[in-house]
């Protein structure tokens, strides 16, 4: 008789599967709660500690830990030592292993769980038989996912399960025990602020695939974390339009980014992950429509990002032009009603948009990856340097500027008022080059406007630029050589200057 060993945290569907193993004359050998719950079902089980003549101990602690258990998986059928020896040793074999394990993921996501809990739910005897078992995938059936009983229960109807579907379900167990040991690790490192390990290892589940990367002719798939995180892509719902693509995911997530700046009612427009027009206001529409005028060609085929509502006459004007995306934390009835007409746009709804996320910023390079922190620091201190003070509403403006600049790709150039942004120069090789981009192609009047630069001023030109341009204020990191050279341009032309300290980069 062949003999199953079955020991699952998540009982979902066991009792049936259970119940055909047995019409199937398979053996069900078990432990502790699901025992119970097979027996209570009028299933007949065998307790593991019949098998191994010893009883669980240390609070459950040790159950499965025995050579009965791991030599009657991990004995090679094909070799005639291994069989004999099981004989001398009077151990029979196990045919099918079906595990999962504590969980352990969603116990470390419980509010104020502590670390005595969190250990106690680190499962020791289910990935020891389970690798057993997939290591031995030739001779042994492994399931570690309820989803895998229907078909392994089909091909035994059909006769046995193949050596290709025993390979499927190993490979799926490593990957499994791989995650789980992954998130064990990450759990502790966490605890004791340890950021940057010798060995790094990560998890992360597949959202789905997409139908293409970056171009057509690259694949791609979406992954998220496996910790909970709010206020990520990861977590928003989909209430109409297509499926997101690669280059979707990627803009939306820069103006999610962008947006979680801001309190005040505010609407974000990116396009290439470069916003093209930010705008703060009375109500979204008031925002949506100063983020709009700062630069109305851009914004087609872009991506907005709202923290507040979409409302009826919100929407209307969305519609007026072609979005890909917009993401908010809800739509009215009404301003659904509005958006869904159109069936190319994709409708995003985040409850948590405003919530950061306090997790590491990877990026791969060629045979390896880069970790840092995330951004989310905005200044060290105001420093005016400059004999001209910023009035309040420059200060106002110069901050609002500063904020849309940290998220800009470098070189980049930001100019604004208090609540909207002017222009936009992104991504230059020579930072006057950004800043006349911003004024060349800006469709507002930059007269009286602020300017925020990413870096420092390398030379004096950028001030004298930003003056011919109309600008009366400026907010850049400082820490250049030739800052004094700077200076004295802004007091030559009357512009307010001030330095924050800290340096927004973005590549």
Known sequence: MRRALISVSDKTGIVPFAKKLIEMDIEILSTGGTAKRLR??????????????????????????????????????????????????????????????????????????????????????????????????????????????????????????????????????????????????????????????DTMTLAYEKVEDLRYGENPHQSAAFYKEVKKTKGTLADAKQLHGKALSFNNINDANGAL?????????????????????????????????????????????????????????????INKIFIEIVIAPSFSKEALEVLTKKKNIRLLQLDDILTREFSMDIKKVSGGILVQDMNHALKDDIEVVTERIPTGHEMEALEFAWKVCKHIKS??????????????????????????????????????????????????????????????????????????????????YGIAMVFTGMRHFKH
């Not at 101990?57 to 025995?66: A, E, I, N, Q, Y």
């Not at 705008?279 to 709202?306: H, L, R, V």
């Not at 007269?447 to 030379?459: I, L, Q, R, Y």
């Open 411 to 492: 070189n980049g150039i930001v100019m604004a008022n208090e609540d909207q942004t002017l222009s936009i120069g992104p991504g230059q090789v020579s930072r006057i080059w950004a800043l006349n981009n911003a004024v060349r192609n800006s469709f507002m009047d930059l007269t009286g406007g602020v300017m925020a630069s990413d870096a420092f001023f390398p030379f004096e030109d950028c001030v004298k630029a930003a003056a011919e341009a109309g600008i009366k204020a400026i907010i850049q990191p400082g820490g250049s050589k030739n800052d004094q050279a700077s200076i004295e341009m802004a007091n030559k």
């Open 257 to 317: 980014e962008l947006l979680k700046e801001f309190t005040a009612p505010t609407v974000v427009a990116v396009k290439h992950t470069n916003p093209c027009g930010v705008g703060s206001g009375i109500d979204m529409y008031d925002a949506y429509t100063k983020a709009y005028e700062c630069d109305p060609q851009s914004i087609f085929g872009g991506i907005i990002a709202a923290n507040r509502e979409i409302d009826k006459r919100t929407a209307e004007e």
């Open 40 to 197: 209570d079902s009028g299933l007949k089980v065998t307790d593991v500690s019949e098998i191994t003549k010893f009883p669980e101990c240390l609070d459950g602690r040790v159950k499965t830990l025995h050579p009965v258990i791991h030599g009657g998986i991990l004995a090679r059928r094909d070799l005639d030592s291994h069989m004999g020896q099981l004989n001398e040793l009077g151990i029979d074999t196990i045919d099918f292993v079906v595990i999962n394990l504590y969980p352990f993921k969603a116990t470390i996501e419980k509010e104020g769980v502590e670390l005595d809990e969190a250990i106690e739910n680190i499962d020791i005897g289910g990935p020891t038989m389970l690798r057993s078992a997939a290591k031995n995938y030739k001779d042994v059936t492994v399931i570690v996912d309820p989803s895998d009983y229907a078909p392994v229960l089909e091909a035994l109807e059909e006769g046995d399960v193949s050596l290709d579907k025993k390979y499927e379900l190993a490979l799926k167990v490593f990957k499994h025990t791989s995650e789980y040991d992954t998130l064990i690790a990450g759990y502790l490192r966490e605890r004791i602020g340890e950021k940057y390990p």
